[in-house]
């Protein structure tokens, strides 16, 4: 089925930052939107974000991009046949022609790789995700689709939050579980609990960009011993049914050689020793970002280290990119990846690195970005995909929540499978 029409909207993320909404028509009338994430915490290495400068939105606005696109892109894809995404997304990288997608901007080329998606799928009469499933099998990935295990960011610092917290996510696993229903239960009702526990001790129960709670703390073993005191309360196991996830965001905090964590410079290996004992006195089961994107030698000693019982994902260190991955790899840094599907821009590119990440045993975690949109799409990708874990924030905040609802729809549709444990 041919494009009919194309078009271009400026609208805001759940910060009020403006983003890209693209629809596509088809010739029969289909007619579907694909939007646009952005990150506050990004790494250099991104497919860049074009947006406006000038005076709109301090110059985060982006009609101009959205304009240019109008004149130079859109036409070349009008009447163009989407039977194959892949086809269509080489379609697009060969239009902008340059390496990071600076001509048009990642955000552009997003919105049209996922509105390709899902007006193809809303044509065919396939919930989006069995298309995901269709597209990343034809790729190459021997999958099934399954239910994701939550990755809830309960507490935020960093630069998702306006606290003394230097590490950016205090995460919450719930993997001891028969079912996503049951797991999505427990994590709600530790958020619940943290934020009453929170309140007991007169702390803020303000929540930061990702929907976790940002009190007023310094310590990353304070964030901990509030984030157990509420597992424990809700009457949940630490370890048996709950472990935590970090993410340092260590790029943040890296500067002149050193990471700074409470104002004290650190090197690595002091990073590394400081994960260690955090993970000796609590069930850390996942840890992100631990180092600084360039940090390559940090990044094998991390794993020589903790890599052989810890889930240690690069997230700044490979952006979704499969050549990063593949240094990787080869260097065997780190052992899992964060997929954002904005990092790199379009679908195929996305899928094509969740199979090298697969292929050489790596652990893919579909994530969000701390700027979203009611747009549910990445809860799709985890299913379709068979990633087998997903982060997508707090219970709470629409933008959270919506991909947490469509799971839940999907995994009562489907009687999903749910391994629990990574």
């Not at 790789?113 to 899902?118: G, N, Q, R, Y």
């Not at 005191?229 to 472990?243: I, R």
């Not at 955090?278 to 840890?287: D, R, V, Y």
């Not at 747009?375 to 997508?392: E, H, N, R, W, Y």
Request: aromatic share 8%; with cysteine.
């Amino acid at each position: 089925m041919k494009i009919r029409n194309i078009d271009s909207f400026e609208i805001l993320d759940s910060r009020g930052t403006p983003t890209v909404m693209t629809s596509i028509e088809l010739e029969d009338g289909t007619l579907e939107f694909g939007y646009v994430p952005s990150g506050a915490s990004t790494g250099s290495r991104e497919a860049i974000e074009k947006r406006d400068g000038g005076s709109s939105f301090e110059g985060k606005g982006v009609e101009t991009t959205i304009q240019n696109a109008k004149e130079n892109l859109f036409p070349e894809l009008i009447n163009t046949d989407l039977k194959d995404q892949t086809e269509f997304d080489y379609k697009l990288l060969e239009l902008d022609s340059s390496d990071n997608k600076e001509n048009f901007g990642a955000n552009i080329l997003l919105s049209l790789s996922l509105a390709a998606c899902k007006v193809s799928a809303s044509q065919q009469k396939k919930p989006l995700y069995l298309y995901i499933f269709e597209i990343s099998r034809s790729l190459g990935i021997k999958t099934e689709i399954k239910a994701p295990l939550p990755m809830m960011n309960i507490l935020n610092g960093g630069m998702h939050a306006n606290n003394g917290l230097d590490f950016q996510e205090f995460m919450i696993q719930p993997h001891g579980f028969d079912s996503f229903k049951q797991s999505l239960i427990c994590g709600v009702e530790i958020f619940s609990e943290l934020k009453q526990t929170l309140a007991k001790k007169g702390f803020s129960t303000a929540v930061g960009d990702e929907g976790g709670f940002a009190p007023n703390i310094n310590s990353s073993k304070d964030a901990l011993e509030l984030i157990s005191e509420a597992v424990q309360t809700s009457g949940y196991k630490l370890g048996e049914e709950v472990s935590f996830a970090l993410d340092c965001a260590a790029t943040e905090i890296f500067s002149d050689d050193g990471y700074y964590l409470n104002g004290k410079k650190n090197t690595s290996e002091e990073i590394i020793s400081h994960l260690a004992e955090l993970q000796n006195n609590f069930p850390i089961s996942s840890i992100e970002d631990a180092l600084d994107e360039n940090d390559w030698d940090g990044w094998i000693n991390l794993t020589n280290v903790l890599g052989e019982e810890t889930q240690l994902v690069g997230d700044d260190l490979f952006v979704t990119n499969k050549l990063f991955l593949q240094k990787g790899i080869d260097l065997k840094a780190g052992n899992s990846i964060l997929i954002k599907i904005n990092q790199i821009g379009t679908l195929t590119e996305t899928i094509e690195t969740i199979k090298l990440a697969k292929e050489n045993n790596y652990k893919c975690v579909i994530s969000h970005r701390s700027g979203e949109t009611e747009d549910s799409f990445i809860a799709d990708l985890a299913v379709g995909t068979g990633s087998g874990q997903i982060k997508t924030g707090a219970p709470s905040r629409s933008d959270r929540t919506a991909k947490y609802n469509r799971l839940i729809y999907i995994d009562a549709l489907e009687n999903l499978k749910f391994e629990g444990t990574r």
